[in-house]
């Protein structure tokens, strides 16, 4: 089984234009992703890929790996399922290029959900952690996802799911977070289906794979990392680095 992590990496950001290339102890933000996710040795191969000559030449210069986009993308699996077209591939893994503490742990326990998947029922695993917090859990900007009881997801959504009509029930509410990892087959399915109306409700990429019948193995994982959306992000990060 042939395993490869990509990182897709745009420059332009709405919060934080440039973050990927912003001073992270000594080396750009993209280069310490990239170099965590080598670190972990659990990739056959590990590529930055970019619609960005800046980002492409920094990951090249620094000695890795990228690979430049050919069209225009709304999303990262649409960028990482262009790259992995004609690639000879099994697994696909999507690492986000703000998150350069991505913990290895999180990363083995996706890779082991297809290593265990004799009968290749799973279409593809990600991650959700525990919320606690009412206002985020109330904030359209984290998206929560509901599961089954044998943690596969039902749906996806930026509103509060489940509602709690009843609050004496041992509810507990999940945010997805965003490390995937991909059959290359459903990646290329997904590229190759139209959006519909519940993804292009939501903006929520995972939605359509749930549309069109896929199955999505969610991992618990509640291990805290840094996603450097915002100036005040990187700050943080650069403590943490130290």
């Not at 690639?87 to 893994?93: G, Y």
């Not at 952690?129 to 998206?143: L, R």
């Not at 990892?181 to 959006?195: H, I, Q, S, T, V």
């Not at 939501?202 to 193995?217: H, T």
Request: aromatic residues 10%.
């Amino acid at each position: 089984m042939k395993i490869i992590a990509m990182i897709p990496a745009r420059y332009a950001a709405s919060r934080f234009p440039g973050k990927l290339m912003q001073n992270l102890a000594g080396k750009p933000v993209i280069v310490r992703t990239y170099e965590t996710a080598v670190k972990t040795n659990l990739f056959d191969d590990v590529f930055v890929v970019t619609d960005s000559d800046t980002i492409y030449k920094t990951i090249t210069e620094a000695g890795g790996k990228a690979i430049m986009s050919i069209k225009e993308h709304e999303c990262g699996s649409d960028r990482i399922a262009e790259a992995v077209e004609n690639m000879d591939v099994d697994i696909v893994f999507n690492i986000q290029g703000d998150e350069p503490f991505t913990p290895k742990e999180g990363l083995e326990e996706l890779l082991s959900v297809f290593k265990n998947d004799d009968k290749k029922e799973i279409d593809l695993a990600t991650i959700m952690s525990e919320m606690t917090d009412e206002n985020e859990i109330k904030d359209p900007n984290y998206v929560k996802v509901i599961v089954d009881n044998r943690n596969f997801a039902l749906y996806f959504s930026r509103s509060p799911i489940p509602y709690p009509r009843e609050k004496n029930v041992g509810l507990k509410y999940y945010e997805h977070k965003g490390v995937y990892a991909f059959r290359k087959d459903a990646l290329m399915d997904f590229y190759n289906l139209p959006m519909l109306p519940l993804e292009a409700s939501e903006k929520i990429e995972c939605i359509r794979y749930l549309e069109y019948g896929k199955k999505i193995k969610m991992i618990v994982d509640n291990t805290s990392g840094i996603e450097i959306d915002t100036p005040e992000d990187l700050e943080r990060a650069q403590a943490e680095w130290k």
